[in-house]
């Protein structure tokens, strides 16, 4: 049996509160509505999600990704804009990376046109609400089987 394809998908601060936090901006789903729909979009594959407001916690988790993910959607937050820890530790990836938001940080405020994770991720998806989390997971699983067929070819 071949190795199950495992897909990390973390979240960085403030987006526990997600439903209740500025929902004009992003929407009236919980985490919990969206890790059903990544779980969803995942389907044979085994999803890992996970949400933290400390720094260190999503730095620690991206090194555990290292070690287990085929391929890792972040939705890095606020840590988006300020965390070079967050890219170091990215960096140190051989796995695809997506970089995921649910509003457009583009279109917002000076401060958040800057992405630290933007520079390491294979692509970036903003603006959709949930479904950017559902085309975020779509991607990354491409990308995780062309990675294991380039992978496979090398050997
Ligand atoms: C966000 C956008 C960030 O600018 C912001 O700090 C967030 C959420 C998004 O998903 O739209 O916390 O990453």
């Not at 996970?50 to 972040?74: K, P, Y």
């Amino acid at each position: 049996m071949p190795d199950p394809t495992v897909l990390y998908v973390l979240n960085g601060p403030n987006l526990n509160l997600l439903g209740v936090r500025e929902p004009d901006v992003y929407g009236h789903e919980t985490l919990d509505d969206v890790q059903a729909l990544c779980q969803r979009a995942a389907g044979d594959a085994v999803l890992v999600f996970r949400q933290s407001n400390h720094e260190g916690e999503l730095v620690d988790w991206v090194q555990e990704a290292r070690e287990r993910a085929s391929a890792l959607v972040i939705n890095p937050a606020g840590y988006g804009h300020t965390s070079v820890a967050l890219l170091d530790a990215l960096r140190t990836l051989t796995i695809p990376i997506v970089e995921c938001h649910l509003s457009n940080p583009a279109a917002r405020e000076r401060f958040r046109h800057r992405s630290y994770v933007s520079p390491v991720a294979a692509g970036v998806v903003s603006g959709f609400g949930s479904f950017s989390y559902e085309l975020a997971v779509k991607a990354a699983l491409r990308l995780a089987q062309e990675h294991r067929a380039a992978a496979d070819r090398s050997v």
